[in-house]
């Protein structure tokens, strides 16, 4: 089992910034990828970003690319995500996910963290 803690939400205005933390636990995750989800109000699940965690490569959907960094720290067993030039539209509950990287469906969720951008 791997369990994840999402920080770092809250109440922006736009333009501003924001950095979440996905903090993982239970076991090795060295071979897993850690993405991050979001969802906003009324819509469906947005796989935002991604990083293997193994090699350090990463994935990001369009509209975040250039505003949003993932990282990660493996000696805390911490994925980052640095969110700059924040829009409302980014306005959603954000999850992190944990897969196995040999896997294609994220089986280990957060319970998120909330961001709120105001115009």
């Known amino acids: 089992q791997v369990q994840l803690v999402e920080s770092g939400g809250g109440l922006v205005q736009a333009g501003g910034s924001l950095r979440l933390s996905c903090v993982a636990s239970?076991?090795?995750?060295?071979?897993?990828?850690i993405g991050w989800v979001r969802q906003a109000p009324g819509k469906g699940r947005l796989f935002i970003a991604h990083?293997?965690?193994?090699?350090?490569?990463?994935y990001y959907v369009d509209s975040v690319k250039g505003r949003f960094t993932i990282s990660r720290d493996s000696a805390k067993n911490t994925v980052y995500l640095p969110m700059n030039s924040l829009e409302p539209e980014d306005t959603a509950a954000y999850y992190c996910?944990?897969?196995?990287?040999?896997?294609?469906?994220?089986?280990?969720w957060g319970q998120g963290t909330q961001v709120t951008v105001s115009s």
């Open positions: 990083i293997d965690l193994s090699v350090g490569s990463t």
């Open positions: 239970g076991r090795t995750v060295s071979a897993y990828t």
């Open positions: 996910a944990a897969r196995p990287t040999t896997m294609r469906s994220y089986n280990y």
